[in-house]
């Protein structure tokens, strides 16, 4: 048998296929002291352990079998997959939105290569066309790729390159636009543009995938129809986030740029609207407000474009027994603002007070927000907010602290002025802070009580 046949497979887990004469993507049946199991043999990526075989069951779930455990395996079929992303011509329909795909290297369609680890993205039409074909149902889409990066390796050079490319899109009559982008930093990314990117006439629509293509319970294929659906069809002509709503496949929501956040590390329905309500769900149907105010779709090409943004801004996550020497080393490495996200309504410990005064005395634009994510800072309340404001810490209100760091970038990026700085802060683009929070805008269900598994068993059965 040549190596080919056994892709990532060494040492102990190697021998088990050669004595049973299997082979990767093999269709078999496997016996076990835990059971039978049947599926096809995965690659396993070079860099892992010898102890196990990988196995795809037909449901598109893997599993991982203890070559210890192993009495027996019997090969039922063979047929080797191939990983390449059918292929067609994404067909043009007269009448149909015409929507623009700028991609940053998120993989919202893509298939994995077991072998490797690697993800293999899907991002021409004619790759899209062949992995979603439901999308020519709804808009004529063209794509370009302005660069590949992680979304963690995202940073002003790319947001200002996304800026300035969606004012050229939008001046060449484009109907809606969509950004491929990972998940990680996508709320970075809708802040900044909400503030880069102001009075566009059309949707402009963020989208990833919390799993790949080739997942069963993959979120891609259906999180892009409902971008496609917003961008093309929607009357919301905004910085949005479109991921899913419920963990269902019921309907996705479309969140405010600068009121969004990435909340679980693994569910499909991670991003919230924190602080106020989501602006619309949306389905294949189309697009059904939930909030009455926002800015709508325009037939003219105005927009303004203000790419603007200072590197030298950090984020300060404050804890209990902080020292002096974070604020002191910012100052000394020539930051010129700071965000802290502060406890309570807005407080730090007394120790930190001679750095924040230094800091201040040398023109250090200082923020304050909360960790609690929902709520206002009110740092008149106690004697810690009112003197931190004495010694020169702006309230950021109900500002996210992300957001926060972005704006306070995006306004040093064009004055360092900080009256002007302070004004631009606090003067809402596009309710990054706002009067109040909605009576339903601080919703979190703790599972376990009674009337909220009573109220999850009538909605979800």
């Known amino acids: 048998m040549s190596d080919d046949i056994f892709q990532g497979y060494k040492g102990r887990a190697l021998e088990m296929l050669m004595k049973f004469n299997s082979r990767v993507w093999a269709h078999v049946k496997v016996d076990t002291t835990r059971g039978v199991f049947e599926g096809t043999i995965l690659p396993r990526a070079e860099n892992t352990d010898?102890?196990?075989?990988?196995?795809k069951f037909?449901?598109?779930?893997?599993?991982?079998?203890?070559?210890?455990?192993?009495?027996?395996?019997?090969?039922?079929?063979?047929?080797?997959?191939?990983?390449?992303?059918?292929?067609?011509?994404?067909?043009?329909?007269?009448?149909?939105?015409?929507?623009?795909?700028?991609?940053?290297?998120?993989?919202?369609?893509?298939r994995l290569d077991y072998r490797t680890g690697a993800v293999i993205p899907a991002f021409s039409p004619g790759e899209l066309y062949g992995a979603v074909p439901e999308l020519a149902d709804i808009c004529n889409l063209t794509t370009e790729k302005l660069f590949a990066v992680f979304s963690e390796n995202m940073g002003p050079d790319q947001y200002k390159k996304l800026a300035v490319a969606i004012g050229h899109e939008i001046e060449k009559g484009i109907d809606g636009i969509i950004i491929g982008h990972g998940t990680d930093t996508m709320h970075y990314t809708s802040a900044a543009l909400t503030f880069m990117v102001q009075n566009s006439p059309i949707p402009i629509v963020l989208v990833g995938s919390q799993r790949s293509s080739d997942r069963p319970s993959s979120d891609a294929a259906l999180n892009l129809m409902h971008a496609a659906t917003a961008a093309g069809h929607g009357d919301i002509a905004e910085v949005m986030v479109c991921m899913f709503g419920p963990t269902s496949d019921e309907y996705g929501f479309l969140h405010r740029g600068t009121r969004v956040r990435k909340m679980h590390s693994s569910y499909r329905?991670?991003?919230?609207?924190?602080?106020?309500?989501?602006?619309?769900?949306?389905?294949?149907?189309?697009?059904?407000?939930?909030?009455?105010?926002?800015?709508?779709?325009?037939?003219?090409?105005?927009?303004?474009?203000?790419?603007?943004?200072?590197?030298?801004?950090?984020?300060?996550?404050?804890?209990?027994?902080?020292?002096?020497?974070?604020?002191?080393?910012?100052?000394?490495?020539?930051?010129?603002?700071?965000?802290?996200?502060?406890?309570?309504?807005?407080?730090?410990?007394?120790?930190?007070?001679?750095?924040?005064?230094?800091?201040?005395?040398?023109?250090?634009?200082?923020?304050?927000?909360?960790q609690t994510l929902w709520g206002y800072v009110h740092m008149f309340v106690y004697d810690t907010g009112r003197d931190l404001m004495a010694k020169g810490i702006v309230p950021a209100e109900n500002m996210l602290p992300e957001v926060a760091y972005i704006k306070l970038s995006w306004a040093l990026g064009q004055t360092n002025d900080l009256e002007k700085v302070k004004e631009i802060m606090l003067t809402?683009?596009?309710?990054?802070?706002?009067?109040r929070e909605p009576y339903n805008g601080y919703l979190i269900y703790q599972g376990g009580v009674k009337e909220v598994e009573e109220f999850i068993r009538k909605v979800h059965k």
Request: zero cysteines; glycine letters at 8%; a positive charge.
């Open 50 to 55: 010898d102890k196990h075989l990988v196995l």
């Open 58 to 110: 037909f449901t598109g779930y893997n599993i991982g079998l203890d070559v210890e455990t192993i009495t027996d395996i019997t090969e039922l079929g063979y047929k080797k997959a191939v990983y390449k992303i059918p292929e067609k011509e994404f067909p043009y329909t007269k009448g149909k939105p015409n929507v623009k795909l700028l991609g940053t290297g998120g993989t919202i369609a893509s």
């Open 269 to 370: 329905s991670t991003f919230r609207t924190i602080g106020d309500t989501p602006l619309a769900t949306v389905t294949r149907e189309g697009v059904f407000p939930i909030k009455s105010e926002y800015h709508k779709r325009r037939k003219d090409r105005k927009v303004n474009i203000y790419p603007y943004f200072e590197e030298k801004v950090a984020m300060i996550y404050y804890y209990t027994n902080m020292q002096p020497d974070m604020i002191d080393s910012l100052v000394e490495n020539g930051y010129k603002g700071i965000i802290i996200i502060g406890t309570g309504l807005g407080h730090v410990n007394k120790p930190l007070y001679p750095a924040i005064e230094r800091a201040v005395k040398k023109g250090i634009a200082i923020y304050m927000t909360v």
């Open 428 to 435: 809402p683009v596009n309710d990054e802070t706002t009067l």
